[in-house]
């Protein structure tokens, strides 16, 4: 039995990267991997279910910038016995992960690169030598994400697998959904992304802005939390848009809410290769998106691209003129087989995943 240790620099949300190991988990083989996680404050209640009726445990270690040698003692401790490391993140802070697996001393300690910029530059910038020196493997969601974290150092491309199958549109569910909320006769606006800087929600809101003031009919549904909600929630009441934004906050039931939009803007600063962008391609949704978001994204053809310096008017404008309707089961239909085709269904993931810990592993032991 492998034993493998899967951590992220991320919170433990049903959102973006924990998505991403969400899937994964789902589909390794549990006869030849034992996958357990390391989360950095308290998982939502559901997923520590999910992973716990799996056979799965989770380690709770607060992770500081601030108390690097802490969260490396703690986190070693917790690492010792396990075959793998497999570290999620987007900057080089991911040394801390990679150090205490060495101190562990964990013989594969893979960093999984998801972005293509980071906040904590300065931290990045010192911690690239000691990253360097410490990671065995180095995996990433696209090209981009790559070289932003490996430079020219070679590396593995493991695409952001979802089960297409189930974020196919329901027309039921949407119906469903859409009756809750009183928005039947709708246009429905959404994003999916934690209430964090990178997703850029006020401008998303300026722009939302721009279109309520255009047309009544529209709505917004945001998906996702984090620590900038209740700033969007006063920004929301100071433009008096309360009333038609629906929050609805971190949850398990995307594939319905997916199907309840009737398209997705993702003004986001900066992405790697967005998880959420292939689940909502895959429901059949078109897609306005920053262009720092990368073309490889646009697996179907669904997506538009439109630089933030445009601005909230512009962005409207572009909203304003898309067409909402069609067949929706079609174009969802079609997009799952492409998703497929082009490896992004999460089995595929998980086998390519499999091989690159084998091969880990016995290029390790040759080297002893």
């Not at 979802?162 to 009756?179: M, S, T, V």
């Amino acid at each position: 039995m492998i034993k493998v240790l899967m951590t992220s620099t991320n919170s433990f949300q049903r959102l973006g990267v924990t998505n991403v190991m969400l899937n994964l988990y789902r589909e390794l083989d549990r006869e030849e991997f034992q996958v357990d996680f390391v989360a950095n404050r308290e998982p939502d209640r559901d997923i520590r279910e999910e992973i716990e009726s799996r056979g799965g445990r989770i380690f709770v270690i607060p992770r500081s910038t601030s108390h690097p040698v802490r969260f490396i003692r703690s986190l070693a401790e917790a690492a010792r016995g396990y075959d793998i490391l497999h570290a999620h993140g987007n900057s080089a802070t991911l040394a801390l992960e990679m150090a205490a697996a060495k101190r562990a001393g964990v013989s594969v300690r893979i960093a999984h690169s998801h972005s293509t910029f980071c906040l904590h530059r300065t931290a990045d910038r010192l911690l690239r030598p000691l990253f360097y020196r410490t990671c065995t493997g180095r995996l990433a969601c696209g090209n981009g994400a790559g070289k932003w974290l490996f430079g020219e150092r070679p590396f593995t491309v493991i695409h952001n697998g979802i089960d297409a199958d189930r974020l196919r549109f329901d027309h039921e569910a949407r119906e469903r959904l859409r009756a809750s909320l009183g928005w039947e006769n709708k246009k429905v606006i959404g994003h999916v992304g934690g209430f964090v800087d990178v997703k850029n929600h006020a401008f998303l809101l300026d722009v939302f802005a721009e279109l309520y003031r255009a047309d009544r009919d529209f709505r917004l549904l945001l998906l996702g939390d984090g620590g900038l909600r209740p700033q969007i929630e006063e920004r929301l009441r100071l433009l008096g848009l309360s009333d038609a934004v629906f929050l609805a906050g971190s949850t398990g039931r995307v594939a319905e809410h997916l199907s309840a939009m009737d398209l997705v803007v993702m003004p986001s600063k900066w992405e790697g290769l967005p998880l959420t962008l292939i689940e909502e391609q895959a429901n059949g949704l078109s897609c306005l998106v920053s262009d720092t978001v990368t073309t490889d994204a646009n697996l179907t053809g669904n997506l538009r691209y439109l630089p933030l310096s445009a601005g909230a008017k512009a962005w409207a404008q572009e909203i304003l003129i898309a067409e909402f309707g069609g067949d929706r089961n079609a174009v969802s239909a079609r997009s799952v087989e492409i998703i497929k085709e082009k490896g992004y269904d999460s089995k595929a993931a998980a086998e390519n995943l499999e091989a690159y810990y084998r091969k880990s592993l016995a290029l390790t032991a040759s080297r002893k």
